[in-house]
């Protein structure tokens, strides 16, 4: 019924930027919140940013001040700018999405197929 859809990955050097894009379609009425995650080899899965339908965002400490998270509800997409990359973000970045379905209005969580940050030293 939705799929997420994430684009944007890829390779770059310590202290440079990425921006990480995250598409939903579907039978969606409306975008609740979306957010980050990412897990990079032998980890858990971490939140690193979320924003609310309202516009409210949410960083973990390690990302404060060098990733905005963004959205554009026209578009269902979401974005993650990430500024000043340090090898430490190397790791699998997944999209995740509170929708609400259009027609049954049922609310669900769900998740993108993972996009690939790698940061070289």
């Known amino acids: 019924q939705v799929q997420l859809v994430e684009s944007g990955g890829g390779l770059v050097q310590a202290g440079g930027s990425l921006k990480i894009s995250c598409a939903a379609s579907g039978r969606i009425a409306y975008i609740d919140a979306m957010g980050w995650y990412r897990q990079a080899p032998g980890n858990q899965r971490e939140f690193v940013a979320v924003i609310t339908n309202g516009g409210n965002t949410n960083y973990a400490d390690s990302v404060m001040g060098r990733f905005t998270i963004s959205r554009d509800d026209a578009k269902n997409t979401g974005y993650l700018q990430m500024n000043n990359l340090k090898p430490e973000d190397t790791a699998v970045y997944y999209c995740?999405?509170?929708?609400?379905?259009?027609?049954?209005?049922?609310?669900?969580?769900?998740w993108g197929q993972g996009t690939q940050v790698t940061v070289s030293s």
């Open positions: 995740n999405a509170k929708i609400v379905l259009d027609s049954t209005w049922e609310n669900g969580d769900y």
